[in-house]
């Protein structure tokens, strides 16, 4: 005898909650986990300690190292201090200099940074760099050597040297080497290798 389908659908249903569920599944599973909850319901009635405190690097604020804006210049901003560091920089500070009541003039940004595992101390090719169209050359700021890459037709580049364990970039657009040069050269370098 044939059973109407909703007929035999029930059927299946009801001899299904009569087997025992627990008896189908694997005995390892279920071991697993028990071992699981208990470990849950131990965790959830023992005291957790307090998170830790976030950790400051330790150093001085590179902020204070931003010199103050010369005659005729100033300083667009306060100097930007990132104490918390970012990525695994470290530390670094940057104040941005126009010159004053020019718009339109020359504009440059010193920015100090502690050294950190992603900056490198490579030399770079000296000479044209035919990608960028930078002329990169070697020059002196108070007795450290400096790499000036620069684009004379954008007249704008940079200026990059270390001092202790800091790496200094003086940047400037519509500017001269020369000027990236002096701006370098008011940077207190011996009270910054010290710090």
Known sequence: MRLPFTAAFGALAATLSLSNPAAALDPEF????AAARKHEAERASTPQPPPAAPTKPAGPSLAKFIPAAPQGWKLRNNP???AEGLVDLGRQAS???VQAGVPSGPALEITLLAKGDLIGGGV???GLDAASGKEISEVS???HKAYLSWQAATRSGQLTFSVGRYQIIVAGRQATPDLLSQFANR????RLKAA
């Open 30 to 33: 279920e071991a697993l986990r």
């Open 80 to 82: 930007f201090d990132d």
């Open 95 to 97: 104040g941005r200099y």
């Open 124 to 126: 770079p090719k000296l």
């Open 141 to 143: 700021i108070a007795g």
């Open 187 to 190: 940077i207190d370098l011996a």
